[in-house]
């Protein structure tokens, strides 16, 4: 085997393994995005209340960009999270944070609590995570049918690489990943509301 053949041989297994990478990587993305989503509907979790015992400035600084950078502001509050059900104990030293404004001391919030994790319920919130779980599953079944078909790689266009699917696995395993993408993110509002209760 020549060099160039080698390296011509190394760049291909790299693009693959990238491929391989993606198809990962989304998963579990959509993995992340739906159990933040079910954390802030109320559905896993420990439900409690969070009662804010000081908040304080967070400043974010960007150095990216055109104009070298921009500044942007949140808050951070601590306090003491509660449980309803009192099957764990009481903690003090909780916080929340990416608060647009700060709040008094005593001010209370409905939150479920995962691990140290403290998230407001919120089915607007939980909405969106469902959105970006089923869009980045979206995406899944495009990386995955290139990476089975090669598509960059096979001298076809796209419509004649789908047509050479006909009679594969291939064809409906991206069918039914887009399919339940397609659906979840149509039924994302109200699966996040009725989760909510």
């Not at 209340?49 to 601590?78: A, D, N, P, Q, W």
């Not at 916080?95 to 140290?116: I, L």
Request: aromatic share 10%; glycine share 8%.
């Amino acid at each position: 085997m020549s060099q160039s053949e080698r390296v011509a041989e190394v760049k291909r297994l790299w693009g693959r393994f990238l491929h391989l990478l993606s198809i990962v990587m989304l998963v579990a993305a959509s993995c992340v995005s739906f159990w933040l989503g079910l954390n802030q509907a109320g559905v896993v979790g420990t439900h409690g209340t969070f009662t804010v015992r000081e908040c304080h400035l967070v400043t974010h600084h960007t150095t990216s960009g055109k104009h070298g950078g921009s500044t942007s502001h949140s808050y951070t509050c601590s306090g003491t999270f509660r449980p309803t059900d009192n099957k764990i104990a009481i903690d003090d030293n909780s916080s929340m944070s990416d608060f647009e404004k700060a709040y008094p001391k005593g001010h209370q919030f409905s939150t479920q609590r995962t691990g140290a994790s403290v998230m407001l319920n919120s089915p607007r919130e939980a909405m969106t995570k469902f959105l970006i779980g089923f869009a980045c599953l979206l995406a899944d079944a495009f990386v995955l049918f290139w990476f089975i078909t090669r598509l960059d790689k096979n001298g076809k266009t796209l419509k004649e690489t789908w047509r050479s699917t006909k009679g594969t696995a291939t064809r409906p395993t991206v069918i039914t990943i887009a399919a339940v993408a397609l659906v979840g993110m149509a039924l994302s509002p109200v699966l996040a509301f009725t989760l909510s209760g």
